[in-house]
Every structure is written in structure tokens, then in C-alpha cells.
């Protein structure tokens, strides 16, 4: 099989790694990809959403699938091109996409089809939306309505801090992502990231992660897209994931295509366990990043068949997914200045052997033309590694963080506190 793989962060970078080690693929071309996928793949320099662009690029390379990693590809219309190109693509429609590219619609969306989420205000005006504040107790929840690559939310007890929020998303600081402001109720309980595969029939849940949202230890600092994962995680009981599937996973896809849009892709549940079950936080119309990374390392099967399944409506024909026992810990290296203005340019060096049972994934580095590599963006590695035992999984990509020269760099050291203690 010829696969296309569009994207460019570190989820990407353990998609390819993933699809690279399957007996299915004889050619793996990504764009606009990084110097870690470059071990894997072909890289072209089409960038995510140019979507006539991708169009070509998959014609050119006769390209049997093509995977979309970023939700930006999705809210393009990339996978509504493919498809009157009759090409496969792992990844829902521009329609399906507003799960994710607008907040406004999935809480509509969830009153419409009757899935649990928190109280919430849609404001179209600064004023509007510092008026409903009162409508709620603090912490307040801002967020950005439209995609704001993880930046558009605000989490504060103060309420001149929710203020300035509104006032900067209003004032043009998302863009057109902030046209509009959603706030939202704060769900008590602990957060999960839930995902399920569809092929606009058929569904199937398709593991869970843990995240850290927040930028420091112990939860500290502004909200991130996402400092460290691990999986297992013990908040995914038997019963949350019966109550997630049946809730919300299920229900999301059922009202999709009742609206006229089937799901074709991974959906990915971010849910608070309350008191009273599950509450849907957001949903994201594509793996996790950095989720993704701790699912394939721990993901056993062979994950090209699931994707061309869901592209290609034969997701029913396929087992459930063999998951590896051993725990999955990911650790996010950020360039200091992140998540606000990151240092660029600065210089990483990775150790050719990294340790045993470990990954390096690329997020947001480039190589000077003396094919040093440095840093370009705010999260740059991502340090994944499995182990026996969490802890054990958790002391290897601690070790292999602490033998990265990144001077530049900085990363949580409290990754999985939440299982480890
Ligand atoms: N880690 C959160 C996200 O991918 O949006």
C-alpha cells in the first residue's frame, strides 16, 4: 500500500513510526512531515491545508490511504475532496469536523442529541460574554469558539483575569477563532481522553490516555495542548468506558450522521468523571496530541488495517485492537517560553540509542543547513517510553529526557502523579 500522511507534530511522527513497522506499506510519503519522520518516511513540502495541493500529492503517489493528523486538515475539507476523488482517507468531513472546529456547535450538538456536557453560554459580543460570567461561579471557563492549535482556552478563579480573556479573544488574539466566545461550567472530577474509531457506520473504542493540561508540576501554570500522557490510566474504569461508549462515544456518532455528516476517523472524547458520570469537555475530530504517541507504543496490532477500515466502511470486519500490557508514559519537551512566545533555534542533541523501550518522537524541530537540529515550535520532543510497570515506564523517559541535550528545553516531572502518587 502507498499511504499519505499529512501533518507535521509529534502524533504524526508516531503515526508514521506506527505504519512504518506494518507488512501492508511499501511507501509512506508525509508533508509537510520533520526531521523525525524523515527516518520513516518520504517528506514532500505540501503544506496541511493546501488542499488541491494534497489532492495532487495523493494522485502523484497513487496513494492507496490517506491519513489526516491535524484537525486543520479536517476543518480544510480535505477529506471531502478525497472522497470525490474516490480516494480513502482516515478522517472525517469539513461538516463532521465541527466536533472540534466550533465549540458553539458541539455544545448545541449535545443538547440536540442528548449527551451530558456542562452548563454553557455562546456569546457573539465582549460585553455578552462579560455579562454571562456572572452566570457562573469561578473557575470560569473561556474558550475560544473556532480552532486556536490549544491556545484558545482559559482556566481562571479570577475574575479580571476571565475578563482580559474575553477581551483578548474578542480583540483578534485567535483571529477568526475568537469571533465568538464560549464559557462554560467547571466540571468537578478527573479528566480522560477517550478515543473510538467509525467508519460512518460502525464503531470502536480504540484506547485511553491521561493528559496534563497545565504548562508546570502540579498542575500549575497556563493550559497547554499538552504537557505528558501515560495509558493505561486507572480513571478508565470498566464502568466509565461502558458509560463513555454508551454516553457519549455512540451517541456522538449516531447524531453526526443523523445531521447528515457520518464519522469516518478517531474520535477523540475528552470527558470529566463527575459525580454523576461522565461529562463531555471537548470533542477533537483526530488523535490526541500527545495522546496519540502512548497508544502506539502500546498498540500490538497493526494499525493500518483499522485505519483503512474506517476509510473504507469495513470496520466490522475487524477484531477489537491487542493493546501490549506494559504502560506507556510520554513526556513533552517544550522550548522555554511555552505556551506563550517559545525560544527558537535552540540546538538538541538525541543519543543515537536512546534506551530500552524507548521513542523520540519530533514535534516542532527543523535542521539548519548544517543539519543541526533545533528547535521550531513550543512543544518540540516528545519522550515516550514503555515499561513492566508505570513507574518503571515513567524512570526510562525520565532517563532518556535527562540524556537529551536541549538546553533551551523544559519539561513537567510529575508525568502519571495521578496513578503514581
Ligand atoms: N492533547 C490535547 C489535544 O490533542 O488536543
Redesign the pocket.
Known amino acids: 500500500m502507498n499511504i499519505l500522511l499529512v501533518g507535521s507534530g509529534g502524533r504524526e511522527h508516531a503515526l508514521a513510526w506506527k505504519i512504518a513497522a506494518s507488512p501492508l506499506v511499501t511507501r509512506i510519503v508525509a508533508t509537510p512531515g520533520n526531521p523525525g519522520m524523515a527516518e520513516h518516511c518520504e517528506l514532500r513540502g505540501v503544506a496541511a491545508t493546501d488542499v488541491p495541493g494534497l489532492l495532487q500529492l495523493a494522485r502523484e503517489i497513487a496513494a492507496d490511504l490517506v491519513v489526516i493528523g491535524p484537525e486543520t486538515s479536517v476543518e480544510a475539507g480535505l477529506a471531502d475532496a478525497l472522497a470525490e476523488a474516490a480516494i480513502p482517507c482516515f478522517g472525517p468531513t469539513a461538516q463532521a469536523g465541527q466536533l472540534e472546529s466550533s465549540k458553539a456547535f458541539t455544545k448545541a450538538f449535545c443538547d440536540r442529541h442528548g449527551l451530558p456536557t456542562g452548563a454553557y453560554a455562546i456569546c457573539e459580543t465582549a460585553a455578552e460574554a462579560r455579562a454571562s460570567l456572572a452566570r457562573f461561579a469561578p473557575p470560569y471557563v473561556i474558550k475560544a469558539d473556532g480552532l486556536a492549535a490549544?491556545k484558545g482556552v482559559v482556566v481562571t478563579p479570577d475574575l479580571a483575569e476571565a475578563q482580559v480573556a474575553i477581551d483578548d479573544a474578542f480583540g483578534g488574539r485567535f483571529g477568526a477563532a475568537g469571533a465568538r466566545v464560549v464559557i462554560e461550567e467547571f466540571l468537578e472530577g478527573e479528566i480522560g481522553s477517550l478515543f473510538a474509531l467509525c467508519d460512518g457506520k460502525t464503531a470502536m473504542l480504540f484506547g485511553g490516555v491521561q493528559?496534563h493540561k497545565r504548562a508546570f508540576d502540579g498542575d500549575k501554570g497556563p493550559n497547554t495542548?499538552?504537557m505528558g500522557t501515560y495509558s493505561p490510566a486507572p480513571v478508565f474504569t470498566p464502568q466509565l468506558v461502558e458509560q463513555v461508549r454508551t454516553r457519549l462515544a455512540e451517541p456522538a456518532f449516531a447524531g453526526i450522521a443523523r445531521d447528515g455528516a457520518p464519522y469516518r476517523g478517531v474520535l477523540f472524547v475528552e470527558l470529566m468523571a463527575t459525580r454523576n458520570g461522565p461529562k463531555l469537555v471537548e470533542f477533537?475530530v483526530r488523535f490526541?496530541?500527545?495522546?496519540c504517541q502512548v497508544l502506539m507504543l502500546r498498540l500490538e496490532s497493526d494499525l493500518v488495517p483499522y485505519l483503512l477500515a474506517c476509510a473504507t466502511g469495513t470496520l466490522a470486519d475487524m477484531p477489537p485492537p491487542v493493546w501490549r500490557d506494559e504502560p506507556a508514559v510520554c513526556v513533552v519537551l517544550a522550548a522555554e517560553g511555552y505556551p506563550g512566545t517559545p525560544r527558537a533555534g535552540g540546538e538538541i542533541r538525541i543519543p543515537d540509542t536512546p534506551g530500552e523501550g524507548v521513542a523520540v518522537f519530533h514535534a516542532g524541530t527543523r535542521r539548519d543547513e548544517a543539519g543541526v537540529l533545533r528547535a521550531a515550535g513550543g512543544r518540540v520532543l516528545n519522550v515516550c517510553a514503555r515499561g513492566p510497570t508505570l513507574r518503571e515506564a515513567r524512570d526510562r523517559a525520565y532517563a532518556a529526557v535527562d540524556a537529551i541535550h536541549f538546553p533551551d528545553g523544559f519539561c513537567r516531572r510529575d508525568i502519571g502523579w495521578r496513578a503514581l502518587g
Open positions: 490549544g493528559d495542548g499538552g477533537n490526541g496530541d500527545p495522546e
